[in-house]
């Protein structure tokens, strides 16, 4: 073990020496012998970290220059529009951004929603969209630019893109957020903040980013105009004399999404019932990454039910929901879902309570359960 401490002294000691050549003050760190306890103990290892990154091994020893970035720290995805000239609400009403899984059948997608203002009948105003997930090599997707200073501002980034820069020069830096999934970030810019919008995405050495969105493929799908086809790999059942199926989609072969940015939901049957006078859609979710073999990730930004165990509440943000399917349930309908096993069922319906008769009555065949 000496001799290992003695090698790994000698590197550290070289990196520090060539670090303080390369700043051009002329200053070369005295030589310290000893364990290299002592030697940690003559070095300020915060200093030697906030300057240098030193990895050692197998003979090699990289120093590399860490900076800090300087720029706006991300506004929130939710909180209260600002008091704006000329943007309604402000100071009262509030904004609210959420990110997802896609109840599209056989394609692991994301959606995304933003609204604004608190009523009844839902946001004031808002923006809604999904698409299929991206690959490992696309860092920014979704999001809403707005076309004036008085518009809300959104993307979602993953850990690549360290800020951007706006037409007036301005930085904003990423944040992480509760209500975004993974490892991805949030940039939002409020309204009153920049001219327009233009944005220039960069990464910690402030190279471009590009904002191109790659997307995953998507599984084979098959459909009924009744409940999912017995011996699928994912299957849906109610009670016939409780619940009308009518109709379904499901995934004819299930493996795993290769490449994605993150993890991811793929939704491997569906089907919309008639229940009473009112409509409910049953989406069956397994993690995307290993087709089922996993266990799907949790929700971002959901929550418990304060009126069913071990159920929660998906994300809505009035009229917008966030997650759309095949069925004829629309964007308004909240979601409910609860584990099967190691996947997820989830269930869109106008009543909390019917989402919940329903999951207490629902049995779902998927991978691993």
């Given amino acids: 073990m000496t ?11 070289t990196a520090a020496t060539r670090l303080h050549a390369g700043t051009g ?21 915060l200093a030697l970290l906030g300057g240098a990154l030193l990895v050692g091994g197998a003979g090699a020893t990289t120093a590399a220059v860490v900076s800090t970035i300087h720029g706006t720290p991300s506004a929130p995805t939710h909180g209260v529009v600002p008091k704006v000239a000329g943007v309604k609400g402000g100071g009262h009403e509030t904004y609210r951004i959420a990110v997802m899984p896609q109840l599209l059948v056989g394609q692991v997608g994301w959606c995304e929603a933003f609204g604004a203002g608190d009523h009844d009948d839902g946001p004031r105003f808002g923006s809604y969209g999904c698409g299929p997930a991206p ?80 997307a995953v493929p998507a599984q084979p799908i098959a459909a009924s105009h009744g409940a999912v086809a017995a011996g699928q790999v994912c299957g849906i ?10 109709g379904s989609h499901w995934v004819t072969r299930l493996g795993p999404v ?88 989830v269930v869109r319906a106008r009543s909390r309570a019917l989402r919940e008769r329903v999951l207490r009555a629902v049995t779902v065949t998927a991978p691993g359960g």
């Fill in 135 to 214: 690959v490992s090599d696309s860092h920014v997707f979704y999001g809403n630019a707005g076309g004036s200073r008085r518009a809300f501002q959104y993307r979602i980034v993953d850990a690549t893109v360290a800020y951007v820069e706006t037409a007036n020069g301005r930085r904003f830096l990423p944040r992480r957020d509760p209500a975004i999934p993974n490892d991805w970030r949030a940039i939002v810019i409020l309204p009153g903040q920049v001219p327009n919008d233009h944005m220039r995405f960069r990464d910690a050495a402030g190279r471009p980013v590009r904002p191109l969105l790659h």
């Fill in 258 to 345: 290769r490449g994605m940015n993150g993890a991811g939901f793929m939704p491997c049957a569906q089907t919309a019932y008639r229940v009473d006078d009112a409509w409910a859609e049953v989406t069956v979710l397994v993690d995307g990454a290993t087709g089922g073999a996993a266990v799907a990730p949790a929700f971002a930004g959901a929550r418990p039910s304060p009126h069913a165990r071990g159920v929660v509440e998906l994300p809505a943000i009035g009229a917008f929901y966030v997650g759309s399917g095949h069925g004829p349930v629309n964007a308004g309908d909240q979601g409910s879902a609860k584990r099967v096993g190691k996947a997820w069922v």
């Fill in 3 to 13: 001799d290992f401490f003695d090698r790994v002294e000698r590197e550290l000691d």
């Fill in 25 to 45: 003050t002329g200053a070369v760190p005295a030589r310290r012998r000893g364990r290299l306890a002592a030697w940690f103990a003559s070095h300020s290892l």
């Fill in 237 to 246: 059942a109610l009670p016939a004399d409780r619940f009308d199926p009518r």
